[in-house]
């Protein structure tokens, strides 16, 4: 089985920054798409963040240029650094991947969520 920890969210003024983790455990293979999703009170999850296998990158247009994506293989773990924060940044986020295992191909799995709160 496959487990998908984040750590890193919190409370945090407008124009400040956090770096969220997310560290997946488990009998995994190989990792290929990883990606962040938030999803706001009252609105959809979207797709905040996405870096592909071979190393491309997507960002939502509301976080480019302010939010990266990057990822530490060796620890099949990824991040999302976030700098000058505003409110409408307040979500749930979410990692997912897409995971391999020993004995499937190809399952993406969530995390559990980790709240970020912005506001003074």
């Known amino acids: 089985q496959v487990q998908l920890v984040e750590s890193g969210g919190g409370l945090v003024q407008p124009g400040g920054s956090l770096r969220l983790s997310c560290a997946a455990s488990g009998t995994i293979f190989s990792i290929n798409d990883m990606s962040w999703y938030r999803q706001a009170p009252g609105k959809q999850r979207e797709l905040v963040a996405a870096?592909?296998?071979?190393?491309?990158?997507n960002y939502a247009d509301s976080v480019k240029g302010r939010f990266t994506i990057s990822r530490d293989n060796a620890k099949n773990t990824v991040y999302l650094q976030m700098h000058s924060l505003k409110p409408e940044d307040t979500a749930v986020y979410y990692c997912?991947?897409?995971?391999?295992?020993?004995?499937?191909?190809?399952?993406?799995?969530w995390g559990q969520g980790t709240q970020v709160t912005v506001s003074s």
């Open positions: 997912n991947m897409d995971v391999s295992t020993w004995s499937t191909l190809s399952t993406h799995f």
């Open positions: 870096l592909a296998g071979g190393g491309s990158t």
